[in-house]
């Protein structure tokens, strides 16, 4: 007897080809096997599976179809006959990663439709904004999810993921789904089958240039999500440049958000004021670039249909977001931050955003992960050195390169005219250590590129390490309280 998944329907392969309105597929064998549940991975696979043979970079699913079949997958969803695996049903389709999504909802049945769901992309503020807008319709009534950075193991999982956890949010009740959606899942198609009620647009700089090659090509990827086969309507940050793109050729609605919409502009290290469609916008976070992200947030709320009364008491309310601009107090007499900042551009806006709320000096701890675009790496120096009066270049998560060599090629975009203080130490902890024991009163530590991670990845293993918890251990340290 088939072990069903209770999240799933229960359909024979014809039917579930017919429900999900696949137009170009053919079956090959029975076509009355019954399918309960949809995975990429064969490892997870139990009975009355479709096991979706996916070709990668690295791996091709199809290699992998005897292994899901002798763990109890019903079906085959594949891109060519295999012989080898003749006791199942396949579904034959021209590109099997195009096509999961809409095979996932049906299984599925359908979550999307049953949901509001918010789909927000952009370089940098997708995890603040998704977080802050979660916590402000929660604080009106309406009951909110954010699935992403600080949810899942990938920001935007694979198809059959994100359907499960749509089915699981609509099963418990919410009204509101607020997902990350990255360029990668774009790309790769693992959000066809989701109807976006919004998607937002934050902003766009340089980063994972190492998938997209150009900065053209990274964006068209973002750009795909705002078309109406993803869609209804769209909120776009209209002060970037390629969010004015988006508005200025846009195929579904659009409302805009930009510092011209707002006055008044007060920020600490933790707290953010302004003024907004005629009310007081306050919130318990901090960094001026928070002030962007928070505009993004009321903005979508506004348009979900809270008024601006409802979105100012909501704002009052909001959490602090792990990692993102998180400050640590064990009672020195300066401010340490922790953010995830991990572009030139995200950077180059925490430093700022620390140089505006402190009196004395702003120190900066960061570095580079590895296996990643290394272009970025000197322009992060340089901006490091430009806005921060004591740089401390460190490691980040090497995988599989030096660690000294991506410090060094961080160090090479320092110019040699630069006026900070330059160390490096490969050690991130000691690197820590070595500033806040350099910072003095009024002065600001932040540590970046990390934010909310709880370990550091090298070639052939993991190890904990947990920035805000090493910061405070070693707060309490130097302060001589205990750890």
């Not at 976006?196 to 190492?210: P, Y």
């Not at 933790?270 to 007081?280: D, N, P």
């Not at 290394?374 to 090497?398: F, H, I």
């Not at 090493?470 to 309280?481: C, F, M, P, Q, S």
Request: negative net charge; proline residues 3%; hydrophobic residues 40%.
């Amino acid at each position: 007897m088939m072990a069903a998944q209770s999240d799933c329907k229960t359909l024979t392969v014809q039917e579930l080809c017919a429900e999900t309105n696949a137009s170009e597929y053919v079956i090959s064998g029975d076509s009355n096997r019954l399918v309960s549940g949809i995975t990429m991975d064969s490892r997870s696979v139990v009975e009355g599976d479709l096991f979706c043979c996916v070709r990668g970079a690295n791996f091709d699913g199809h290699a992998f179809a005897v292994t899901a079949v002798e763990g109890g997958a019903s079906a085959l969803l594949v891109e060519r006959y295999l012989s080898e695996v003749e006791n199942v049903s396949q579904i034959i389709v021209a590109n099997v990663r195009e096509v999961i999504g809409r095979y996932a909802k049906t299984l599925y049945g359908d979550p999307s439709t049953k949901l509001r769901v918010v789909g927000i992309t952009g370089t940098n503020g997708k995890t603040t904004t998704a977080s802050l807008l979660s916590s402000i319709l929660n604080a009106a009534g309406v009951t909110s999810q954010a699935l992403g950075t600080l949810t899942n193991e990938r920001t935007t999982p694979e198809a059959p993921i994100l359907q499960k956890q749509l089915a699981q949010a609509a099963e418990n009740d919410m009204q509101v789904v607020i997902m990350e959606v990255t360029s990668h899942a774009i790309d790769q198609s693992r959000i066809n089958g989701i109807q976006f009620e919004i998607a937002v647009f934050t902003n766009i700089s340089r980063d994972h240039l190492d998938y997209h090659e150009t900065q053209e090509a990274y964006f068209a990827a973002k750009a795909a999500l705002f078309r109406q086969d993803h869609a209804i309507r769209a909120v776009v940050n209209t002060d970037d440049t390629r969010g004015r793109l988006l508005f200025d050729a846009a195929t579904i609605p659009m409302a805009t958000f930009s510092l011209d919409d707002i006055a008044g502009i007060k920020t600490t290290a933790s707290s953010i004021e302004f003024e907004w469609e005629g009310v007081g916008i306050a919130a318990p976070i901090g960094g001026r670039f928070n002030v962007m992200n928070l505009l993004a947030a009321c903005t979508v709320a506004r348009e979900l249909g809270l008024t601006p009364k409802e979105i100012a008491r909501a704002t009052t309310q909001v959490q602090s977001v792990p990692g993102r601009f998180e400050r640590v107090d064990a009672g020195q007499d300066f401010t340490v931050v922790v953010d995830f900042a991990h572009t030139p551009e995200g950077l180059a806006e925490v430093l700022q955003a620390g140089r505006a709320v402190c009196a004395g000096r702003v120190h900066v701890v960061f570095g580079c992960g590895g296996d990643r675009d290394s272009g970025k790496r000197p322009l992060m120096g340089g901006v490091a050195a430009q806005y921060s009066d004591n740089v401390m270049v460190t490691s980040d998560n090497p995988r599989s390169e030096d660690p000294l060599d991506i410090i060094k090629q961080i160090l090479e975009g320092i110019p040699a005219s630069a006026t900070c203080i330059v160390n490096s130490n490969s050690d991130r902890r000691a690197a820590i250590s070595d500033t806040l024991q350099s910072a003095h009163v009024g002065d600001i530590v932040i540590v970046a590129g990390k934010g909310h991670e709880t370990t550091q990845e090298f070639a052939h293993h993991r190890e904990e390490f947990d920035d805000v918890a090493v910061v405070r251990e070693l707060l309490n340290l130097h302060i001589g309280k205990p750890a």
